[in-house]
């Protein structure tokens, strides 16, 4: 059976000259790049000139990229290296309720260490207020970190205002950007972002290296200690193979910006479009039209996530849900849930996202099973049709949580 | 992550669907915890379950445990019905993944409570 993936916000495929490039920096270019001889030194020059690459996909200046192990590290360096070095100016930092995990743990745990932190809520289509985050601001606030574009309903922010406000009161604006870098033009310099969080394997490098763009003149300390890597501020022997191949992939992402995001948001519109005429009693959830290129999030009434994510499976298509069943734990999506959705609702949610190496033959397969699977389901479910009728007899027996 | 016995009772469930005139109907489950299954029974004079039918709004889990639990109860007695546990259909379908245990694994209780409605109505 021919396999499709739609599941490029959770991981990409590496690009095949990408993995070509961190092969050789593996196998014959091993060296490593703090050493003095010629190994070390051809390591050492791979690494500043991946370094110009990924400045270049962001306007930064190389000087003002870090790399790291990926979003989840660079996400905790940003926050904490920044509310650490800048603890005598204030203890007050600003997030939003639908932020990934890697922002959201990062502040409950600043929060056991004295810090205080405002979660902004967001609106119907998971995006925040401006007046909200105004509003929020005290002489303590020392930074504020908003995603650049939510990875499950794919909503962008407006990140140039929040940047613009940000700069005019003189406090930094970090933005976890993981699943717009290298799939979403960005510019730090026109947005006023301060620190920028991006991962490789989100557009075509590998797993397990990333970047923290930090604007020059940023106030922020380590908090991983050991060697003078990355100008003293994150520890550890460069991951070489990664970052030549973070450093191609940005290159390449940034020579076809225009043409995928073109190409790839046609797609999604197609599945939007097609799926809210043809299928009844399904919701899109995130806006409209500030979305990623590639991100499409519905809800189907009726049905739960991830019985719809297993007989999509059986078809050959690999996609991604918010429900419960899916997120770890016994709660929905939390994103979904800011956004008001109720538990049902955000239950029955699936998300596609798309990638470059997609056709349109492989979204029409989609659209051609999709119905007859939500049919199957809600033919089984009690509580769609007739059989809704009824009323549930008693609640949940073994639930604790609600 | 599922056992092939869960998911060939997930693709293939037995028994879907309702009884009209069911002798008893019973349902466990919330739609707020992503799981309701509601359980129909024809029951004849002797107490034996002649009929069994399943509606489950669910996980993959869900719907393997109910479709699991009414292939477990057809022709058997009452009383042997209710000795039926969750645990029991767990095993049936040679396990369910531990996370799963809890909240999508309800199915006996769905029928224990079908029972339970049969015997009000009954008025035994």
Same mark, same amino acid.
């Given at each position: 059976?021919?396999?499709?993936?739609?599941?490029?916000?959770?991981?990409?495929?590496?690009?095949?000259?990408?993995?070509?490039?961190?092969?050789?920096?593996?196998?014959?270019?091993?060296?490593?790049?703090? $050493?003095?001889? $010629?190994?070390?030194?051809?390591?050492?020059?791979?690494?500043?000139?991946?370094?110009?690459?990924?400045?270049?996909?962001?306007?930064?200046?190389?000087?003002?990229?870090?790399?790291?192990?990926?979003?989840?590290?660079?996400?905790?360096?940003?926050?904490?290296?920044?509310?650490?070095?800048?603890?005598? #100016?204030?203890?007050?930092?600003?997030?939003?309720?639908?932020?990934?995990?890697?922002?959201?743990?990062?502040?409950?745990?600043?929060?056991?260490?004295?810090?205080?932190?405002?979660?902004?809520?967001?609106?119907?289509?998971?995006?925040?207020?401006?007046?909200?985050?105004?509003?929020?601001?005290?002489?303590?606030?020392?930074?504020?970190?908003?995603?650049?574009?939510?990875?499950?309903?794919?909503?962008?922010?407006?990140?140039?205002?929040?940047?613009?406000?940000?700069?005019?009161?003189?406090?930094?604006?970090?933005?976890?950007?993981?699943?717009?870098?290298?799939?979403?033009?960005?510019?730090?310099?026109?947005?006023?972002?301060?620190?920028?969080?991006?991962?490789?394997?989100?557009?075509?490098?590998?797993?397990?290296?990333?970047?923290?763009?930090?604007?020059?003149?940023?106030?922020?300390?380590?908090?991983?200690?050991?060697?003078?890597?990355?100008?003293?501020?994150?520890?550890?022997?460069?991951?070489?193979?990664?970052?030549?191949?973070?450093?191609?992939?940005?290159?390449?992402?940034?020579?076809?910006?225009?043409?995928?995001?073109?190409?790839?948001?046609?797609?999604?519109?197609?599945?939007?479009?097609?799926?809210?005429?043809?299928?009844?009693?399904? #919701?899109?959830? %995130?806006?409209?039209?500030?979305?990623?290129?590639?991100?499409?999030?519905?809800?189907?009434?009726?049905?739960?996530?991830?019985?719809?994510?297993?007989?999509?499976?059986?078809?050959?298509?690999?996609? $991604?849900?918010?429900?419960?069943?899916?997120?770890?734990?016994?709660?929905?999506?939390?994103?979904?849930?800011?956004? %008001?959705?109720?538990?049902?609702?955000?239950?029955?949610?699936?998300?596609?996202?798309?990638?470059?190496?997609?056709?349109?033959?492989?979204?029409?397969?989609?659209?051609?099973?999709?119905?007859?699977?939500?049919?199957?389901?809600?033919?089984?479910?009690?509580?769609?049709?007739?059989?809704?009728?009824?009323?549930?007899?008693?609640?949940?027996?073994?639930?604790?949580?609600? | 992550?599922?056992?092939? #016995?869960?998911?060939?009772?997930?693709?293939?469930?037995?028994?879907?669907?309702?009884?009209?005139?069911?002798?008893?109907?019973?349902?466990?489950?919330?739609?707020?915890?992503?799981?309701?299954?509601?359980?129909?029974?024809?029951?004849?004079?002797?107490?034996?379950?002649?009929?069994?039918?399943?509606?489950?709004?669910?996980?993959?889990?869900?719907?393997?445990?109910?479709?699991?639990?009414?292939?477990?109860?057809?022709?058997?007695?009452?009383?042997?019905?209710?000795?039926?546990?969750?645990?029991?259909?767990?095993?049936?379908?040679?396990?369910?993944?531990?996370?799963?245990?809890?909240? $999508?694994?309800?199915?006996?209780?769905?029928?224990?409570?079908?029972?339970?409605?049969?015997?009000?109505?009954? %008025?035994?």
């Amino acid at each position: 059976m021919k396999r499709i993936y739609f599941d490029h916000s959770a991981t990409t495929p590496v690009d095949k000259n990408v993995a070509t490039s961190v092969l050789e920096y593996m196998t014959d270019k091993f060296g490593n790049a703090s $050493s003095i001889h $010629s190994f070390g030194r051809e390591a050492r020059r791979a690494v500043e000139e991946s370094r110009e690459k990924v400045a270049a996909l962001i306007g930064a200046t190389p000087n003002e990229i870090f790399f790291t192990s990926g979003g989840t590290e660079g996400d905790n360096l940003a926050i904490k290296g920044v509310a650490f070095a800048n603890r005598k #100016k204030g203890n007050h930092i600003i997030t939003s309720a639908i932020e990934h995990h890697a922002v959201l743990h990062t502040c409950d745990y600043l929060e056991k260490h004295g810090f205080q932190i405002t979660y902004l809520p967001v609106d119907e289509y998971g995006m925040i207020r401006l007046e909200d985050l105004k509003n929020a601001v005290t002489d303590k606030t020392i930074l504020i970190s908003i995603m650049f574009a939510n990875n499950e309903v794919g909503t962008i922010q407006p990140v140039k205002e929040i940047g613009a406000f940000a700069k005019e009161r003189g406090i930094y604006f970090h933005t976890d950007a993981v699943q717009a870098a290298g799939n979403y033009p960005i510019d730090v310099k026109a947005d006023n972002i301060d620190l920028l969080t991006m991962s490789g394997h989100k557009f075509y490098a590998p797993k397990g290296i990333g970047a923290l763009y930090i604007r020059r003149g940023v106030r922020i300390e380590s908090i991983q200690h050991g060697g003078a890597h990355e100008r003293n501020l994150r520890a550890g022997t460069e991951n070489v193979p990664g970052i030549v191949g973070l450093g191609l992939a940005s290159e390449i992402a940034k020579n076809e910006m225009n043409n995928r995001v073109e190409r790839i948001s046609k797609l999604r519109d197609k599945i939007i479009s097609e799926v809210s005429s043809n299928i009844p009693h399904t #919701k899109l959830n %995130g806006h409209p039209k500030l979305r990623l290129p590639g991100n499409v999030n519905f809800s189907f009434l009726y049905l739960e996530g991830e019985s719809l994510l297993l007989n999509l499976d059986m078809k050959g298509i690999g996609a $991604s849900s918010g429900s419960a069943c899916t997120s770890g734990s016994l709660d929905p999506s939390h994103v979904l849930l800011a956004m %008001g959705l109720t538990h049902e609702v955000a239950h029955g949610s699936l998300r596609i996202s798309l990638g470059h190496d997609n056709t349109e033959e492989e979204v029409d397969y989609f659209l051609e099973v999709l119905p007859e699977i939500i049919d199957r389901l809600r033919a089984m479910s009690p509580l769609y049709g007739e059989s809704a009728e009824l009323k549930p007899a008693n609640p949940c027996s073994n639930c604790h949580v609600h | 992550m599922y056992t092939e #016995k869960v998911m060939d009772h997930f693709s293939n469930p037995r028994n879907v669907g309702d009884i009209k005139d069911a002798d008893g109907v019973g349902e466990v489950g919330n739609a707020k915890c992503g799981d309701i299954m509601r359980i129909y029974l024809k029951v004849d004079n002797n107490d034996v379950i002649t009929d069994v039918k399943f509606k489950t709004f669910g996980c993959g889990a869900a719907i393997a445990t109910s479709s699991m639990v009414t292939e477990m109860v057809k022709g058997k007695k009452l009383d042997e019905a209710l000795e039926i546990s969750n645990q029991a259909v767990a095993e049936a379908l040679g396990g369910l993944p531990p996370a799963k245990m809890h909240c $999508s694994n309800l199915a006996a209780d769905a029928l224990h409570e079908a029972i339970k409605d049969y015997i009000t109505k009954k %008025g035994k």
